[in-house]
C-alpha cells in the first residue's frame, strides 16, 4: 500500500515535470493529489473499539507514506536526467542565442512525450495496488458494523494482532449526542478554528514549497548555478535544471523525512510544525534580504547550502504535520472530509504558484525577462514576500492543536458532552 502512494507521487512528478504548458500544471497536480492525499490517511486510524493497537504502530505505518514521496521526486527527477542527455547526445542544437529557432531540435517534444508516457505507468500500477487494499477500517466497523472484518484488515496492514469488541462498536453507534455534521453549530464550536488552522497551514505551506520548486531555475540562473537560457539550446536547459533539481533533493529531500519518522511522536507535531515553518522564514528572509551577496561567484555554494535548508525544514516540518494532524483532530466520520478540504486549500497554491510567483519572479527590467513574460518584481521581492508567507504560517499553527500521545477520540472529542469538550478546550 505505501507503494501506491510512491506510484502515484511519482507519476504525479513525471507529470508536472513534463508539462508542455504552464497553464496545465494546476490542474495536473490537484488531479493526481487529491484522490490519494486523504485515502490514504484514514486507512492508518483504527477506531477504539480494536484493543491492542496503540499510536506506536499508526504513525510510522502513515509516516512511510512520506519518504515515498523522496522516491518519486528522485526518480523523477532522475528520469528527466537520462532522457534528455540521451537526446542530448545524439543532437547537436547551436544555443538560443546563436540561432533561436534551430535550437529548439524537431524531435525534441519526444523528451516530454517519453516522460509523460512512462508516468502513466506508475499511474496503472496506482490503480492496481489500491484496488487490492481493503475498506477504510472505520467504515468497516462504524458503517458497517463488522468489527470482524475490521480486525481481520487492520491485522493484515499493520502486522499485529487485534481484537474486535462489538459491545463497543454498538455503544458507539448507538450514541447520537455527537452526530453532529459538517455544516452545523456544533462543528463549527468545536472544530472550526482547527479546520481553518489546517486548511491555512496546509495552503500556506504549499505557496511557499512548490512556488521555489516552479521558479527554481530563475533562482539557480540568477545566482549563475546554472548557465543563461539564452546560452543553452532546449535540451541542455531541461538536462541542467533536471541536474540542479535532483541534486537539491537528493541533499535536502531525503533526509529530512526520516528525521520527521524519528522525531515526531518525541518532539510533537505542532513543535515540528512550528519549528519548521521559523526555520523557513529565517533562512527565506537570510536570502532574499542581502540577495546581492549571494549572486556573486564566491558565494553561491553558500546561496545552494541555505536554499536546501528551506526545503529541509520544509520536509522535517509542515511539509510532513500538514498531511498527519487532519488526519488526526477530527471526528471519524468527517475526518476524511476535513482531510480532503485541507488539502483541497493546499492544493489551490498550484494556481497561485504557477500563476502567480513565475511571473511576479520576472525582472523588473521588460529586456531581462523570459520570452513571453511581463515584468516581474524580481527573484529578491519574491522571496521576500515567500518569507512573509512561511511567518504567517507560524501565526496560523496556533490553531492547530497537539495530538502527540493522545487516542483519537481523545484529541476529537467524538465521545465527549459539549460540556465535557468545552472543559478540556479551557484546559
Known sequence: MSCSWSYARLARVFLLAAMPRLSFRPFASSGSGLGLVSEVTIHFQPPSCLSMLTRRHVVPSLLQFLPCKVFGILAGGI??????????????????????LASTVPLADYVWHIIVMVGALPAALTYYWRMKMPETVRYTTLVAKNTKQAAIDMSK??????????????????????????????????????????????????????????????????????????TMNAIEEVYRIAKAQTLIALCSTVPDYWFTVALIDRMGRFAIQLMGFFFMTVFMFALAIPYEHWTHKDNRIGFVVMYSLTFFFANFGPNATTFVVPAEIFPARLRSTCHGISAVAGKLETIVGAFGFLYMSQNKERTKTDAGYPPGIGVRNALLVLGFINFFGIVFTFLVP??????????????????????????
Open 79 to 100: 528520469f528527466g536526467i537520462i532522457v534528455s542527455s540521451a537526446f542530448k547526445a545524439k543532437f547537436d542544437a547551436p544555443t538560443y542565442k546563436e540561432n533561436a
Open 157 to 230: 496492514v499493520l502486522e499485529v494482532d487485534l481484537e474486535a469488541k462489538e459491545q463497543k462498536v454498538e455503544q458507539l453507534t448507538d450514541d447520537k449526542s455527537n452526530q453532529f455534521g459538517l455544516f452545523t453549530k456544533k462543528f463549527l464550536r468545536r472544530h472550526g478554528l482547527h479546520l481553518l488552522g489546517t486548511m491555512s497551514t496546509w495552503f500556506l505551506l504549499d505557496i511557499a514549497f512548490y512556488s521555489k520548486n516552479l521558479f527554481q531555475k530563475d533562482i539557480f540562473s540568477a545566482i549563475g548555478w546554472i548557465s543563461k537560457a539564452e
Open 402 to 427: 497537539e495530538s502527540k500521545g493522545k487516542s483519537l477520540e481523545e484529541i476529537s472529542g467524538e465521545n465527549e458532552t459539549d460540556e465535557g469538550f468545552s472543559a478540556k478546550s479551557r484546559a
